[in-house]
């Protein structure tokens, strides 16, 4: 049973004066996250809501806000470092607590044992509670006992700051730095990247979550509501070309050693999860796949002719586009194929809805966010769904929930000059259906041999679900449509 150690000195309220931050659990049951970037060093002032990192889970690249003001007198894991959900992370001196002037001592860091952070009260079973945090909660609070205040005398001046004496170093992980002294200016110089702490930019919470969604830097935003507030209008007309990768993502900038004949890559974060959930969906649901090759010619005609349409001005049209929705009008003449297995109660979970999961190939690996409801969808709807899902997948800003509740997926290798291949399905889904390269060939069209827009699909399915049958008419009627489209009309 976790406890709570009450404090041993100090005016009532003193404990809270340094709070601690653990990492939150971010997306659903996970229970670590890689610590990719910090946006704050110690000295730095904090306020309610500022971002001070950005960590990466198992499923996405997620930045964390502070949920208290402050300063920053404490650090405790570098970049890089994967941390699991409900660890201190950092340390925040709120300021003295009212009625007292002693100066209090950060607390010790999980190795020691610490003080629970601000917030966690006791609960009557002398459980602290979890910490709320914007994002999560901790879900794993360590045990906490207050290690012995140093004496210190109230009327000595304070010539530098208090170095805490646990706490800076953790797993081999140093970081150390003095705590700030009440009153003292914090550190003029905040972390690369971000703005002083007097400076920023002042947005509410729905408008930095659009700006987070857009790739938009609120730092760049001019405002143009009351008191300098950064309004959505803003953040549209702010609205520009993605930005280069962050630096978290791009190459390692350490060169392989000279004549070295092997590199180890350590397997974490999106590359861990997606290869933990391959070997699950392979060794739990039994794969069928299927092939077909297809002459795609006239759909690639409609392709040409769709980027001239004005209903689609501004919108990304390719092959994909009109593969995704030969997909769903097939599993709307079919609608059993779009099912999940359900091994506890024993069922079949037919479902009314679909959203079409479209592999993704990232600098952090392979993701597969999905477009909810995508069954409702118009084609230009379609379109500009898939063109966000893309570009928020490119610039590492896909949120844990965007990847989550898939039903099928297609992956596009024909974009690597793959002609096919045999996909593993993501675990839960019924089906992944492989887009192959739209190569010119020679093809009997009319009884004449001509060349041909001709390409392979590739449908893996669980055979749980769906049978020899039923997945050879969902993967028939996806090459039918794309061979004449009309049939979306028709079919649709």
Same mark, same amino acid.
């Given at each position: 049973?976790?406890?709570?150690?009450?404090?041993?000195?100090?005016?009532?309220?003193?404990?809270?004066?340094?709070?601690?931050?653990?990492?939150?659990?971010?997306?659903?049951?996970?229970?670590?996250?890689?610590?990719?970037?910090?946006?704050?060093?110690?000295?730095?002032?904090?306020?309610?809501?500022?971002?001070?990192?950005? *960590?990466?889970?198992?499923? @996405? %690249?997620?930045?964390?806000?502070?949920?208290?003001?402050?300063?920053?007198?404490?650090?405790?894991?570098?970049?890089?470092?994967?941390?699991?959900?409900?660890?201190?992370?950092?340390?925040?001196?709120?300021?003295? %607590?009212?009625?007292?002037?002693?100066?209090?001592?950060?607390?010790?860091?999980?190795? !020691?044992?610490?003080?629970?952070?601000?917030?966690?009260?006791?609960?009557?079973?002398?459980? &602290?509670?979890?910490?709320?945090?914007?994002?999560?909660?901790?879900?794993?609070?360590? =045990?906490?006992?207050?290690?012995?205040?140093?004496a210190t005398a109230s009327s000595a001046p304070a010539a530098a700051p208090a170095v805490p004496a646990q706490g800076?170093?953790?797993?081999?992980?140093?970081?150390?730095?003095? %705590?700030?002294?009440?009153?003292?200016?914090? !550190?003029?110089?905040?972390?690369?990247?971000?703005? $002083? @702490?007097?400076?920023?930019?002042?947005?509410? &919470? $729905?408008?930095?979550?659009?700006?987070?969604?857009?790739?938009?830097?609120?730092?760049?935003?001019?405002?143009?509501?009351?008191?300098?507030?950064?309004?959505?209008?803003?953040?549209?007309?702010?609205?520009?070309? &993605? %930005?280069?990768?962050?630096?978290?993502?791009?190459?390692?900038?350490?060169?392989?050693? #000279?004549? !070295?004949?092997?590199? +180890?890559? $350590?397997?974490?974060?999106?590359?861990?999860?997606?290869?933990?959930?391959?070997?699950?969906?392979?060794?739990?649901?039994?794969?069928?796949?299927?092939?077909?090759?297809?002459?795609?010619?006239? =759909?690639?005609?409609?392709?040409?002719?769709?980027?001239?349409?004005?209903?689609? /001005?501004?919108?990304?049209?390719?092959?994909?586009?009109?593969?995704?929705?030969?997909?769903?009008?097939?599993?709307?003449?079919?609608?059993?194929?779009?099912?999940?297995?359900?091994?506890? !109660?024993?069922?079949? *979970?037919?479902? #009314?809805?679909?959203?079409?999961?479209?592999?993704?190939?990232?600098?952090?690996?392979?993701?597969?966010?999905?477009?909810?409801?995508?069954?409702?969808?118009?084609?230009?709807?379609? @379109?500009?769904?898939?063109?966000?899902?893309?570009?928020?997948?490119?610039?590492?800003?896909? =949120?844990?929930? @965007?990847?989550?509740?898939?039903?099928?997926?297609?992956?596009?290798?024909?974009?690597?000059?793959?002609?096919?291949?045999?996909?593993?399905?993501?675990?839960?889904?019924?089906?992944?259906?492989?887009?192959? /390269?739209?190569?010119?060939?020679?093809?009997?069209?009319?009884?004449?041999?001509?060349?041909?827009?001709?390409?392979?699909?590739?449908?893996?399915?669980?055979?749980?679900?769906?049978?020899?049958?039923?997945?050879?008419?969902?993967?028939?009627?996806?090459?039918?449509?794309?061979?004449?489209?009309? +049939?979306l009309l028709t079919w649709a």
């Open positions: 049973m976790t406890t709570m150690t009450a404090p041993q000195a100090g005016p009532r309220g003193q404990a809270q004066r340094f709070r601690e931050f653990r990492m939150p659990d971010v997306g659903e049951g996970l229970t670590e996250a890689e610590i990719l970037k910090w946006y704050v060093s110690v000295g730095d002032t904090v306020t309610d809501g500022q971002v001070i990192c950005e *960590v990466e889970t198992a499923k @996405a %690249a997620v930045e964390l806000p502070i949920p208290y003001d402050g300063v920053i007198s404490e650090i405790r894991f570098d970049e890089g470092t994967t941390v699991d959900v409900g660890t201190p992370i950092i340390v925040v001196d709120a300021g003295p %607590a009212a009625g007292g002037d002693a100066p209090a001592e950060p607390p010790a860091d999980p190795s !020691a044992g610490a003080v629970a952070p601000a917030g966690d009260e006791p609960a009557a079973n002398g459980e &602290p509670k979890r910490q709320a945090v914007l994002v999560g909660y901790g879900v794993a609070p360590s =045990s906490t006992t207050r290690r012995p205040r140093k800076a170093e953790l797993n081999g992980h140093a970081r150390t730095a003095a %705590a700030a002294v009440p009153g003292a200016a914090p !550190a003029s110089a905040p972390a690369t990247g971000t703005a $002083p @702490a007097g400076e920023r930019p002042l947005a509410k &919470p $729905p408008v930095r979550k659009l700006a987070k969604d857009l790739g938009i830097d609120l730092a760049t935003v001019v405002p143009t509501g009351p008191g300098g507030v950064v309004t959505r209008d803003d953040i549209r007309a702010a609205a520009a070309p &993605p %930005a280069t990768l962050p630096a978290a993502e791009q190459a390692p900038a350490d060169a392989v050693p #000279a004549g !070295a004949r092997e590199t +180890r890559i $350590p397997i974490k974060g999106v590359r861990k999860a997606t290869a933990q959930a391959m070997v699950t969906s392979a060794f739990t649901a039994p794969h069928v796949t299927e092939f077909v090759t297809l002459d795609i010619t006239r =759909s690639m005609k409609l392709v040409q002719e769709l980027k001239e349409d004005r209903a689609f /001005a501004g919108l990304r049209v390719s092959p994909l586009l009109l593969v995704a929705k030969a997909l769903l009008v097939a599993l709307k003449r079919h609608p059993e194929a779009n099912a999940a297995w359900d091994e506890a !109660a024993q069922e079949i *979970v037919q479902k #009314a809805y679909v959203n079409l999961g479209i592999a993704a190939a990232t600098p952090r690996g392979l993701i597969v966010p999905n477009i909810k409801d995508a069954h409702d969808k118009t084609l230009p709807e379609l @379109a500009a769904a898939l063109g966000e899902l893309v570009s928020t997948a490119r610039d590492g800003k896909t =949120s844990p929930a @965007a990847m989550q509740g898939g039903t099928v997926t297609i992956t596009n290798v024909g974009v690597f000059g793959v002609d096919t291949g045999t996909p593993i399905l993501n675990p839960g889904e019924s089906a992944i259906l492989a887009f192959g /390269a739209v190569k010119l060939q020679p093809w009997v069209h009319k009884g004449k041999v001509k060349p041909r827009q001709v390409t392979t699909l590739a449908l893996s399915f669980d055979h749980r679900l769906i049978d020899g049958e039923l997945g050879s008419k969902v993967l028939a009627d996806v090459a039918a449509i794309l061979e004449q489209p009309k +049939r």
